[in-house]
């Protein structure tokens, strides 16, 4: 098993400036091998037979680089970790890769301020005992917390958040033990516990045996707080200290919303999985969806994308089933009643409640579809698919 442990840091001032520093020297790095390797292949493509023109690479610019940082102006490089500016150019070779299996728009240039200030530590380049984190040039950096997974350290990603630095470990182990024990572990194999969940925009999520679990909203709730310091940061020259400030604040509020956010769905996530065996949820095209103007902000601020993460790799260390459900099966409109299956023409998003015109019985709209989602995932000629599992 493979996963990941994040943990605040509580740098010094001297450390946070070499952490800004080694993050932009890791920016630096990519911009540069971007340049080099748009260049290079417009060498290339005019002359393709000519052995001084090759194709660039990934390994080639990582060599060039070190020849480049040996030249006169550039000493500034070395005084930060050898594997800021390597996984730079790493990264952008995972960049190039996913544009050509076309997953990826044309990689582009970093700017400073704009995109997470970030950098990488290979598995023998930092050492980590108790809650301190030696990182090279830099010395010892104090932790909030220990690390919780026994194992191969595989590599440390350094980050900022706003005014916080975090470190990221990826550790390869074996051992299970930081699991939580699943509810109902001695009736397991004697009886399959299933559930249908319906995402919504009222409600978080809505299950099969009716029970609605709400969202906290908390771009929604902090809005008004969020439009007040946006204002505050408009109104500040450019380039002056008040901006730096108002700029952080602004940040800091959005860091908030994306922790409550984070915080509510990773605890509905764990509840499934520790109770249920087969979870049936919709294929939703959220990014597609995102594109309508009227929902784009309310769907957001439930992190649906999100959820569906969560779920499949948890899903995955529990053992248990997602099944993914078409995104075009009409749910909300299709009556639950075993042998009914009446499917409304229309049902307008305002109508919460309706009662079916066939067999009478009256339905809460989102407890319905999450039930036929529920139903629909059983079909064996339906369009669900296995997401993740034992």
């Known amino acids: 098993m493979i996963t990941a442990h994040r943990i605040c840091l509580k740098p010094n001032v001297k450390q946070a400036r070499y952490f800004a520093r080694a993050a932009g020297t890791r920016r630096f790095a990519y911009n540069w091998a971007l340049a080099q390797w748009t260049r290079q292949y417009e ?13 660039p690479n990934e390994g080639a610019l990582r060599k060039q680089f070190n020849q480049f940082k040996k030249t006169e102006g550039c000493e500034w490089i070395m005084e930060v970790t050898k594997c800021a500016p390597q996984m730079g150019i790493k990264d952008l070779g995972k960049a190039f890769l996913k544009f050509m299996r076309g997953k990826s728009k044309y990689p582009t240039f970093k700017k400073k301020g704009v995109a997470r200030d970030s950098f990488t530590i290979s598995n023998d380049q ?14 010892w950096v104090r932790m909030r917390e220990e690390l919780r997974f026994p194992g191969k350290l595989l590599w440390a990603t350094v980050s900022r958040t706003a005014d916080r630095w975090y470190v990221s470990f990826t550790v390869e182990t074996t051992d299970d033990s930081h699991l939580h024990a699943r509810e109902g572990a001695e009736t397991q194999g004697k009886q399959t516990r299933c559930v249908g969940v319906d995402l919504g925009i009222n409600r978080l999520a809505t299950l099969s045996d009716g029970t609605g679990i709400p969202g906290p909203k908390p771009h929604t709730q902090l809005l008004r707080r969020l439009k007040r310091l946006s204002r505050q940061l408009s109104r500040k020259k450019k ?46 095209g959220v990014s597609g ?28 260390w529990y053992r248990c089933h997602v099944s993914l459900v078409d995104r075009f099966y009409p749910s909300s409109k299709t009556c639950s009643v075993q042998g009914c299956g009446h499917k409304l023409e229309a049902l307008p998003l305002g109508v919460r409640s309706w009662a079916c015109p066939a067999c009478g019985t009256q339905h809460d709209r989102d407890v319905n579809a999450a039930r036929n989602i529920l139903t629909e995932s ?4 339906s369009y669900a ?3 993740c599992g034992g």
């Open 43 to 55: 060498l290339h493509k005019a002359d393709p037979e000519n052995p001084n023109c090759p194709k």
């Open 126 to 139: 930092f050492k980590v005992d108790g809650r301190k984190l030696r990182i090279p040039n830099l010395g």
């Open 239 to 284: 380039g002056s200290r008040n901006r730096k400030k108002a700029k952080m604040a602004l940040a800091r509020l959005h860091a908030k919303i994306a922790r409550i956010r984070a915080d509510a769905l990773h605890k509905l996530t764990t509840a499934l999985v520790l109770k249920y065996d087969w979870i049936a949820v919709e294929d939703l």
């Open 289 to 316: 969806m995102l594109k309508n103007h009227c929902l784009a902000r309310a769907i957001a601020d439930m992190g649906w994308g999100e959820f569906r993460r969560q779920l499949e790799y948890k899903a995955a």
């Open 378 to 381: 059983f079909k064996a000629d």
């Open 385 to 387: 698919v296995s997401a």
